[in-house]
């Protein structure tokens, strides 16, 4: 019976490492220090939403249909996965807003770009 591979140690809490690996077919063992993925840190709730984001080809639209969640919701998992893997999330800067419609006010961009770069970020 094969378990899902724990990724923190249970009685320090500290991140394990893969140590060997075993072929149930021919019995070959192989002895070493493996990385986990990233991915093997996410939790089953996380990793179903992965999954259904990946077949809905990331329309958040459709993962709030498949889910039955809200727009804000969808969002608010991404950036929890997101974090979870270890990137920064990028948040808006009521500094960048600022900037954009300065720029905007002094001519140095079209309204469509500004627009296009509220929307970026």
Do not use: W
Not at 104 to 109: D, K, P, W
């Amino acid at each position: 019976m094969a378990y899902p591979v724990i990724t923190n140690c249970p009685v320090c809490s500290k991140t394990l490492k893969i140590t060997k690996l075993n072929c149930t077919h021919c019995h070959t063992t192989i002895e070493n220090e493996f990385e986990l993925s990233p991915f093997s840190s996410l939790s089953k709730e996380q990793l179903h939403f992965v999954e259904v984001f990946l077949v809905c080809r990331g329309n958040i639209k459709e993962v709030e249909k498949e889910l039955g969640i809200s727009y804000p919701t969808v969002r608010g998992k991404l950036t929890d996965i997101i974090t979870s893997l270890g990137y920064e999330t990028k948040k808006k800067s009521e500094v960048d807003e600022k900037k954009v419609v300065a720029m905007l006010e002094n001519g140095e961009i079209s309204t469509e770009e500004a627009i296009r770069l509220l929307k970026e970020e």
